[in-house]
């Protein structure tokens, strides 16, 4: 399966940003999209995950009810709407796929280039 990520940007704090994610070749034997994030210095972390089975969302806790995932299958694309954002979410957020959710990185053989968020205090 190969992801494109899109819609990273520069925001104040505050702002919105919406993440886009599409993903091509082998769509049907996955089951999970994912967004995971890596911050300068530190270890990358997932953020949320949606899957396609049961349509159950995941969130960290860290993004609780300022975060929304979602996708549209008919596109193989998911989508990771970001509002009231911190100078913490500053990130380089991933796009991931697998067979079965989860907010840990070992389901994930594979990620996108990546696209950069940013958010000035």
């Known amino acids: 399966v190969q992801l494109m990520e899109s819609g990273g940007g520069t925001v104040q704090a505050g702002g919105s940003l919406r993440l886009s994610c599409v993903a091509s070749?082998?769509?049907?034997?996955?089951?999970?999209l994912a967004w995971h994030r890596q911050a300068p210095g530190k270890e990358r972390e997932g953020v949320s995950c949606i899957s396609s089975g049961d349509g159950n969302t995941y969130y960290a806790n860290s993004v609780k009810g300022r975060f929304t995932i979602f996708r549209d299958n008919s596109k193989n694309t998911v989508y990771l709407q970001m509002n009231s954002l911190k100078p913490e979410d500053t990130a380089v957020y991933y796009c991931?796929?697998?067979?079965?959710?989860?907010?840990?990185?070992?389901?994930?053989?594979?990620w996108g280039q990546g696209t950069q968020v940013t958010v000035s205090s």
């Open positions: 070749g082998s769509t049907s034997e996955i089951d999970t």
């Open positions: 991931g796929a697998s067979l079965y959710p989860s907010l840990g990185d070992s389901p994930y053989d594979g």
